[in-house]
């Protein structure tokens, strides 16, 4: 494994020949020169003065990006804040802190509706739509193809939306991401449990943990993150992947018997007391220290937590266990992503050639960062990977072999308007007064005026 201090060197190394390369070569616009200049010529004639002014003068940027996980937070005060007076010296960067979840969501409509949006940003399906319908987000497809910055993609169509436009850009690690069961070896050891294989196995155990004074499992749940972003689709995978795969493609809805089961496995989870009490109002951050202080036995999470939770040497992780013989946790998984997710540019920046070159910074930041863990990236950073640890390799070994992949229901099949009310539906469900009849009448009428699909 890299040393921290090594890997930021390499970083600041990879960030300055990208804006180098970018910059050096004899066709690109430079950095003071403006992007409406009206000819070759009226570009030269002005090239002294401009060039003065962007010595004496930097531009300023503004940045919103997730600050709610120990990833995100790595990133920025270790990565991207240390390195990147060097890296773009021509920009002077403020970072605002935007959250993550429903509040960024909300943050970001605000400042889009009161005209305040950052030049870059973290985008999200959940709120795209809007964005793009006011011309606040930049098709970045004509920047990073000029200045080659889409050749270091090892799928570069991957980055593509579906009207063939490139709004976002990342590491590529979001597809290595996945929600699975992280538990205490020595807590389960001590309570006298085995790990699960079948969801009825699952809610014994976690009666037992109940029993010997253990909180069996913790998730976010404020907002209705856990269920939106995951469980939902968790409990309705375990039973019928197929129905899953449906679900995200809009060939069912909730009258389906999969799918309705799947709500109903909450409700079962919840009544249960598999979850602490007050789930419903629980946010990441608290539900995670839960957990690292073994105030809880399970955790529900994705994999983008495990460099963190494999510090511990008595975290271990299994996939979600199975409820019917059309699951198999070998054959089936949920994985996360969208090309939407990402570092987007503001479509009505006054200075959109550094905005992309702050965009693409600030991907190569996380390529950089995640390749130090071990995790597999598709943004080729010129550098070896690092070692994995033992807990990364056993999850590479498992996810890289699953042939049946099913895109996140989240990120690739809602539009802003049912992504809100869906979070306020899993967190009503969430509370244990909501049943699951009640939660599955009420997606039926928010599933039918889902307008993502009429695009």
């Known amino acids: 494994m890299k040393t921290k201090s090594k890997a930021a060197a390499m970083f600041l190394m990879a960030s300055t020949l990208l804006v180098t390369t970018a910059c050096g070569s004899g066709d690109e616009t430079k950095f003071s020169q403006s992007s409406d200049n009206p000819s070759p010529s009226a570009a030269s004639k002005q090239d002294d003065k401009s060039t003065t002014k962007t010595d004496s003068k ?22 991207i804040k240390p390195n990147i007076a060097t890296a773009l010296p021509n920009l002077e960067v403020e970072f605002e802190p935007g959250g993550g979840g429903e509040d960024m969501a909300n943050k970001l409509k605000t400042l889009n509706a009161s005209g305040d949006m950052p030049d870059v940003f973290w985008n999200d399906a959940g709120y795209f739509t809007p964005l793009k319908s006011t011309g ?22 991957a980055l593509k939306h579906v009207d063939n436009g490139i709004y976002s850009l990342s590491s590529g690690a979001d597809t290595y991401f996945t929600p699975v069961i992280f538990y205490h070896k020595d807590m389960f050891e ?152 990402g570092y987007a540019v503001n479509g009505k920046t006054k200075n959109p050639e550094e905005a992309v070159k702050l965009a693409e910074y600030l991907a190569m930041a996380d390529a950089l960062y995640f390749e130090t863990t071990g995790a597999p990236i598709s943004l080729k950073t010129g550098n070896k990977a690092a070692d994995r640890s033992p807990l990364m390799q056993k999850f590479v070994d498992w996810y890289n072999p699953i042939p049946n992949k099913i895109p996140s229901w989240a990120l690739n099949s809602l539009d802003a308007k049912t992504s809100a009310e869906i979070s306020t539906q899993g967190a009503n469900l969430l509370t244990g007064e909501y049943g699951a009849n009640d939660f599955n009448a009420a997606m039926n009428k928010i599933w039918s005026q889902n307008t993502w699909f009429a695009k």
Not at 64 to 76: A, G, P, S, W
Not at 136 to 157: E, M, R
Request: proline letters at 8%; zero cysteines.
């Open 58 to 79: 930097k531009t300023k940027m503004r940045v919103i990006t997730i600050t709610t996980d120990e990833n995100r937070n790595n990133i920025m005060e270790k990565f």
């Open 136 to 157: 606040s987000i930049l098709d970045l497809t004509p920047y990073i193809s000029k200045d080659g910055f889409l050749g270091k993609y090892a799928v570069p169509d």
């Open 190 to 341: 001590k309570a006298g449990v085995q790990v699960p294989t079948t969801f009825d196995e699952l809610i014994k155990i976690s009666k037992t943990l109940k029993g010997k004074g253990m909180v069996p499992a913790v998730t976010p749940g404020k907002d209705g993150w856990g269920p939106k972003l995951f469980m939902l689709q968790q409990m309705i995978q375990i039973g019928d992947p197929q129905a899953m795969a449906d679900l995200v493609s809009n060939k069912t809805d909730f009258h389906n018997p999969s799918v309705k089961e799947g709500a109903a496995r909450i409700e079962t989870l919840v009544k249960g007391g598999v979850f602490p009490d007050g789930i419903a109002n629980l946010d990441y951050g608290p539900a995670m220290e839960m957990f690292t202080s073994k105030k809880a036995a399970m955790l529900w999470m994705f994999t983008w937590e495990l460099p963190n939770l494999a510090k511990d040497e008595t975290v271990d992780f299994f996939p979600f266990p199975s409820a019917s013989d059309k699951y198999s946790p070998t054959k089936n998984v949920q994985f996360w992503g969208s090309p939407l997710n």
